[in-house]
Every structure is written in C-alpha cells, then in structure tokens.
C-alpha cells in the first residue's frame, strides 16, 4: 500500500516560431577539461543572411544568458549542418574538420541547456532549446526532464523540432554519461557521436505529448484492484496525423490531427497495467509516450495514528557510533536532517537512528511509515527497519527487519502491514563508514493505518554508551636475542588512549596481563608477560561498556633473533637522467621508474640468508626479498624499479610492487627483517640525472656518484663499487683471504691467488680511514686497533675487494 499524492500539470500553450534552423546534437568530449564541446545545427532551408541568428547557453538551471553568440552574415543551403565548437584545434583533431564557428558561449557540460534564436538584430526570438532553461536535472528535489550526457552525447530523433522555448526530452536519444570516454577520436569512442546523421522529412511534428494523469475509478485498499482512465495531455495540432493507436486499453478523446491542445484517453486499464499511446502516419509518424498505472495508485487515503513531524511524539535521535564532525540526525521544526560529510578522505563510521515504539499492533491490519525524503549529494541509503526485540535499548543490540531502502529524494510509504506484535520499533538507520556520504531531510513523517491504530507503550530511552578506550598495535620486548626459533622469552606490550571507569577487569591468555589499568589510567599500556616466540596471545576487556573488546596475535618465531650488521645499503639511485645514459638496468630502454635502483652488500665473512626481508621508502612496502634469496660474503644485491635488467654484476632482482617509487628530491631506503624488524635504514638526499653512492664504499657518507674519484665520472655502479672501474677478468683469477679473522693476536695475515704487493686501506665502522699500507709481506699489524668492526678495502693489481675484519 502507498500513499497516495496528486500532481498538478500546467499545459503550455502552442507558440509559433520560425523553422529555418534546429539543434540537433550537444557534445559533452571526453579530453582535458571536457573538450571538445559543441552543438551540432541542422539548416532546414536555404538563409541568405545567417547574422539574424544567433545562440546562447544556460548553465545548472540558472536561466537564460540571452544571446552570446550571434552568427556572421554568411549564406547557408538546406539541407547542410552547422557547427558550433569552443574549441577548433580540439574538434578538428577529434572529428576530423573544423567547425563553422568557435565561441566560449557552447562550453557546456552535460547537463547545461543551449537556445536558438532568431531576429537577433531587433527582438530575439527563442526558435529551439536543447534542455531547461531554468531547471537543473541533477538537483535534489527537480522535476524538470533529464538530459545528462556528461562526456557525452546527446542527439535529436529524425523530423522532430524545432521546439520553440519548450524542451522535449523524448525527441532526443542521449550516449549515457561518459560514452566518449577512451577515444582520443570520435570513431575510436565507446559510442561514437552520431554526427551529421539527422534527416528531416518536411514540416515538424508540432504534438508534444504531455504527462499521464491517472483518473481512478474506484478506491480500494489494495494493489492491482482499481480500474484506471489514463488521460495524457497534448499541445498543438498536425493534420498529418493518420491516426492514434494505443495499448493496454481502449483510445478516446481527442484527435491531436482535428483539434489542437486536447487529450487522448486510454480506459479500460486497472492498477499495475502497462500503457502506451503513439501518433501514426505523417510529421507525427511513431511520436510515443508510454507508462505503468502504480500499483496502489487508487487506494484511499490513510488515517494518521502518530505524526512525527508535527505531533506530541517524535522520533528518538539515538547515535551508536560518530564521526569526528559529531554528525548525527538533528531534528529542527519537524524535519530530521543528516548530513555524514567529516572532510575529503574521511573514512569514519556513521551510525545513527531514528527510533520509535514500542507500539502494540494487537487488531492492526495494515500501517505505513509515510515521509518525503530529500537527498543532497549521492552515497548512502537509509533502511526502514523493524524489530519486535529492542530490549538491548540500543540499535545495534536488536535484530532489525528491512522493510524499505531509500536511494533518492521523494515520496515515500513504507509498508509494516505484515509487522505483529506488542512491542515492535520502528528505525532509520543512516550507516556509512567508507566516505561516500549523502545528506537526507526528512519531512512529513506520519504512521498511518486504514483500519485500527496502534498503540504507543511506555517509551525506553536508548543507551548506547561506547567504549571509550582503544587498543593499538601491539610490540614486543625480548628478553633474550638468540638465533633460531621460538627459543626467546616476550613480552608484548599493548598501548591503548582513553580512559573507562565501567571496564571491570582486564584477562590475558598465553601470559600474564599487568602494566595500566584501563579503568583507572588514561592512554596506558597493557603487557603480557611469560610469552615465548611462536606464543598465540590475546587481551580482552571486560564488563562495562567495553566489555568484549580483544586483540590478539601471535608473537613471530623468529621475533628476537639477532638483527645482522653485515648488511649495508651502498648506492641509491632516484632520478634516471632523461636520456639513453639514464638506462641503469642495461636493457637498452631509459625508464624513469625501472632504472631506480636500491644496491646492498653483504660485508660479512659468511653468506647473509635475507628471504622474507622487505625494502620500503617513505610511502610503504616497495619490495619483498623472495625464499632463497642469499648474499654471499662480500657480494652485492641490487633491486631495479622494473625492466629487464642485463649485464648487471652480482644479484639482481626487480620490485615485487611494481616500482621502487623514489623520490628525486630525497626519501627513506628502510630494509626490515621477516619479524618487521629494521635491519639497516638510510635518509638520502637525491642527486639530479645520477645515483648517491658512499664514499668511500661500505662506510663512508652518500655523494653524488660522478664525484666519486677513481670512477670517472660514471652516473651510476649497480653491482659494483662506487670508486673503481673494475676487470671482470681480474677480480675472477684473484682470491684474497683474511685470517685470523676475528683476531686477538695484534696481526692478520693477508694472502692472494699471486705474490704481487697488495695495497690495504682499514675503514672504522663511521668510516673514517684508520690505515693505508702497501703490504710486501702479507702480514698486516693491527695491534695499535681497538676492539670493534672495520672494513678492509685491498687492491692488488686491477683487482679489488672488501672484508669485514673483527678485532677482539
């Protein structure tokens, strides 16, 4: 059952115009800024002088600008189409020719209304529009024809037009918004814009055919049970006119053909019948209009049992959860309003009700939920919902029945014939929690029955308190560091804002829960202790209003493993130059996202396993080492942003996020372990057309990479050092060792694969060059060395390499 509304229908008066020109196509393109933008003219018979012409636009509804546009005194033949662009370079490159005229008078969107008219030069006379002038179809609340083409097209039916200032929205076919979208030229579009396809017969149609009114015959409660007499409404004349069929009933009234401004009637029709009345023969040859008689269209008026916007009893406002802006519904002079928009990206949950009950429906057979619905911008739907259960007092503690979803501004009636019970509520919910938000008023809120009312119960107040305490991400103490899994003692500590004074206590299970009280201290931390890596862990709050508030985990197997030293980021390459030498990877292509690249070195004396390790910057996870990735000792690893990379010495591996992201300027290189754990992290400041590598290699600070001696001038070294050209050829037929290594003894011994001198450079851990010795007799002194980690830079010949050497 719905309620019944009765709409009012002015009939405009027929308006004689000039028929020389009429529009017929208004783009909406799809490139930058919506271009190009134009309207499309077709000339119905020859003009000597085309400046009496003239055009103007009418942007959302605000009226006419008159005349912005008038033609130039040039002479067109029937038959042929006038184009009117903003744009020429834009619409020749779309359409293939240039248009007749450009003018900022046709930037139009796709909802914008265009007129046409004549004898500009004294009183101008609107001869055709494409749309209304002062109406705008995307509004809330409009009523005015539909005619949205944004990036799109919208196109005049043949022998149709022109239409005076009265725009006839079913003369025209329209493409749907965005169906020029994905072409660069109008033959490559999803639908291509039918231009210059228009074809006019003769003289116009001169019928507009109005909007139905349905003339009930009887009214009874119930769907489909009314008989019905359609009455549309037409304007004008055309003799023409052969005929006037109709389907779904029997035609009657006047004859559009005879007598002008009339009415055709369709009876015989009932409730839920589908309907359609179409002109034959002539100008008027196929003009159609068609319908469905509303399934309850008939059915009386209901009695009002609670008026909710102007009663004694209202809706109760009740939130269970807000976002930051404190949205919620707000009632004002009988209308409840919400408006759920927190600022742009805003993801916050908004839940909040409209309540009322309980109502005792003993002896009711039929009610409805009756209310005018006003939505302003697009996202979020209200449910009409029901429950016979809301001892919870509290919404989100009930079981709710839908009874109705409402999408769009207008007029509605929720059907609660089928609710039964003592003690039934009834709610709108208004619930959004990932940023599309609407704003809704709602007005005209009434119950109404036909039979017997309900009756109102003592009505509860809702209480719908919410936890005020939070719980974060957890983290984790070791008590111990020892290689291998779940072999460390934990404790995971878990930091919390708010304060609750109703939480009751708070239990642990895997350990043992201490640190704050979340009753009694704000913003705190609550542990757990006695864990072991590998332990399963939760914490739950209990009682009050955050009773049942947990958060669990597992504590990671390897989560306090020793994090290694040996790993160090040695060059950073962000800003490929523009050219082919910016072609980092080798692959013979200059990317300026697959040449970024992050290179690291393995200094330790044993192979370094870093599968599961992650690579991030600034903005996140960039990549992620795969299972089997291992450095050698005294190796290099390099990651590419993409490409294929080749010839790149070492290992080589390529973002497993699609790009490495880097910024040109400067950005964070971060690599963590697979316990998330950071293992080694560096704040670059970037370099133009080149990498920053140290200097020198392992230990020293970042400098743009053509500085560096030794490398002439090279941009960028992935897979090698960053201050020599190294021989491939050399480096394979030369071995160095290093031993004792560690060593206490004050010496190491420094052999190669030949028995020629050896230069040795000592770097501290800060990199600060501590020695620099040329070595005949492969014994190094180290005894004027404190205890602690250096690197070893040796060169022999055109073979150089680098060891960690550890000193106890």
Known sequence: MKKLYFLLFSLLGFFAFGQDLVITGAFDGPLSGGTPKGVEIYVINNIADLSTYGIGSANNGGGSDGVEFTFPADAVTAGSFIYVATEAVEFANFFGFAPNYTTGAMGINGDDAIELFSNVDTTPVVIDVFGTIDCDPNAAG??????????GWAYRLDSTGPEGSTF???????????????GTTNATCT???????????????????????????????????????????YTGSNNTIVSVSVTGGSQGGDDPALTADGTITISGLTEGDAWSVTLNGGDCDGTTTSGTVPAAECDPTPSTCFDLSAGPELFELVTVASNSDSDVWTETGGTYSMNGFCGGGCMEESNTWLIFGPLDMTGVTDLELLFDATEGFDGTDLNVQYTTDYSANCPDGANWTSALTVSTSGSYSADLSGVSGTAVFVGIQYLDSDGSFSSWDLSNMSLAAFGSCPTLGTRPVSDCAVCDVTLGTESYTCATNTAGDNNDGVTVNIPYTGLDNTIVNVSATGGTPGGDDPALTADGTITISGLTEGDAWSVTLNGGDCDGTTLSGTVPSSQCDPVTTDLVINEIHADPAGDITGDANGDGVRDGSQDEFVELYNIGGSSLDISGFTLEDGFGLRHTFPGGTIIPSNSFITVFGGGTPTGIPGLVQVSSEGGLGLNNGGDDVVIKNGAGIVVVAYTYVGATDQSVGRSPDFTGAFVDHSTITGNGGALFSPGNENDVTLSTGSLSNTTFSVYPNPTNTGKVTISSSNNDAMNVQVFDILGKQVKNETLTNNTLNVSDLNTGVYILKITQNNATTTKKLVIR
């Open 142 to 151: 409009t009523t005015c024809p539909e005619w949205e083409h944004t990036d």
């Open 168 to 182: 006839t929205s079913s003369n025209w076919t329209y493409s749907g918004t965005n169906q020029l979208e994905g």
């Open 191 to 233: 639908s291509p814009f039918p231009i210059g396809t228009f074809s006019y017969s003769g003289s116009p149609c001169g019928v507009a055919l109005g909007t139905a009114i349905y003339n009930c015959q009887s009214s009874t409660i119930g769907d489909n049970n009314d008989g019905v007499i359609v009455e549309i409404p």
